[in-house]
């Protein structure tokens, strides 16, 4: 009886310890990976701009292809993407802000299989032949969150995708 209360006084110590840790962590998140790629920066931006443009390279509609409506203008403040996945969950995007060819804003409102609502920054500059081009997210980060990202790296997974979708990115605008 006495180690079977011990091992519960441990388990409890432990997660007052991860609740603990995870009270101290930031309230907010931000996650970005940056490339450069061999073109000008309004081939690229034409290419982050257009919803359906944008969906030939991101690599989360390469994940679960034709889940998703369009809405709103094709490109430009105000064009939108929602999907309904079973591998992705269900969300939103909307494209918030513009400005040609250096600035994408996106909201994304992501509603399965947890409630966020997140921004997206795509900026691109350039540099002589080049074009440096950074996809960021950012966002509040709620307590549960919080407790989560203790045992899974959301910079590593997040950034991951991303990655891979700018290199998507720069096979289309170098192709």
């Known amino acids: 009886m006495k180690i079977f209360v011990r091992i519960i006084a441990v388990v409890i110590v432990l997660i007052a310890g991860v609740l603990i840790y995870a009270a101290t962590t930031p309230d907010t998140f931000r996650v970005q990976r940056s490339a450069t790629i061999k073109a000008p920066p309004e081939k690229i931006f034409a290419l982050i701009d257009d919803m359906r443009q944008f969906n030939r390279w991101n690599p989360y509609e390469r994940m679960d292809p034709d889940k998703g409506t369009y809405s709103g203008p094709s490109s430009g403040k105000g064009a ?20 040609t060819p ?33 996809w960021a997210m950012h966002g509040p980060m709620p307590f549960i969150s919080k407790v989560m990202c203790v045992f899974i790296s959301m910079d590593k997974m997040v950034g991951r995708d991303f990655a891979d979708g700018l290199a998507n990115l720069k096979a289309l605008a170098e192709g």
């Open 102 to 134: 250096s600035l994408v804003t996106m909201k994304l409102d992501f509603v399965k299989p947890f409630e966020a609502h997140n921004t997206a920054e795509f900026t691109l500059v350039p540099k002589g032949d080049n074009t440096e081009v950074t």
């Open 80 to 99: 939108a993407y929602a999907w309904d996945s079973t591998k992705l969950g269900a969300g939103r995007m909307e494209i918030a802000e513009t400005t």
